[in-house]
């Protein structure tokens, strides 16, 4: 046990990770993060312009985990966890937020498809899309519009790079790597 946390420290080492989460997310926990974040970022003394960017979109990539993560059947079937990680790393001049969440089976085929199609849009076809998703007030299940994603990838100008790893009959796990490179 004593080699895997010390194998665990290298790899964090390594990938420059400055903050990691694993278990279950509350709004109290999301402050916490975001206040521990901006300080980092304030020490780091980073760009106003960066600071804001990564700022902005690790409160949508939290936010996604807050009130997207399906629960997951404990081993003893007695009460179900809402259980997730979360990893914000600086390699060279960018940033990596990692996120990692259960999602129901059924709902993989839809979340891939908004996914999917997000990246295939341009910077100005991500623009109108997003205004046209806040026009048709069309809600999810779990109150949002998916305007998430659609600004995570206008704000960082990346593709979204995702899985979705099966994990039993009912569950798979998802997991969104998120780059900002600074400009």
């Keep these: ?5 010390y194998d665990f420290y290298n790899r964090m080492e390594r990938n420059n990770i400055m903050l990691s989460f694993k278990g279950d997310i509350t709004s109290e926990l999301l402050t916490s993060i975001l206040q521990i974040m ?6 780091m003394q980073e760009e106003p312009k960066i600071k804001k960017k990564v700022y902005n979109v690790l409160v949508e990539c939290l936010q996604n985990l807050y009130h997207h993560m399906d629960e997951q059947q ?5 009460n179900r966890i809402r259980a997730a990680i979360f990893m914000i790393g600086k390699v060279d ?3 990596n937020i990692i996120t990692g969440n259960y999602i129901q089976n059924p709902n993989v085929a839809g979340l891939k498809s908004r996914l999917d199609h997000i990246n295939t849009l341009s910077k100005e076809e991500l623009k109108d899309y997003y205004k046209q ?13 998916g305007l998430g994603m659609i600004d995570i990838a206008r704000k960082t100008g990346q593709k979204l ?3 979705f790893m099966p ?4 569950l798979s ?3 969104l790597n998120i780059k900002i490179a600074q400009s």
Excluded: C, R, W
Excluded at 1 to 5: A, E, G, R, S, Y
Excluded at 74 to 78: G, H, L, V
Excluded at 133 to 145: A, E, F, I, Q, R
Excluded at 167 to 170: G, K, T
């Design 1 to 5: 046990m004593m080699l895997d946390i």
């Design 38 to 43: 901006e300080s980092k970022l304030d020490n």
């Design 74 to 78: 404990t081993t003893d079937n007695t």
């Design 93 to 95: 001049s960018q940033y």
């Design 133 to 145: 998703v806040l026009d048709n007030g069309m809600m999810s299940d779990k109150g949002g519009g």
């Design 161 to 163: 790079n995702y899985n």
């Design 167 to 170: 994990v039993d009959d009912a």
């Design 173 to 175: 796990f998802f997991t």
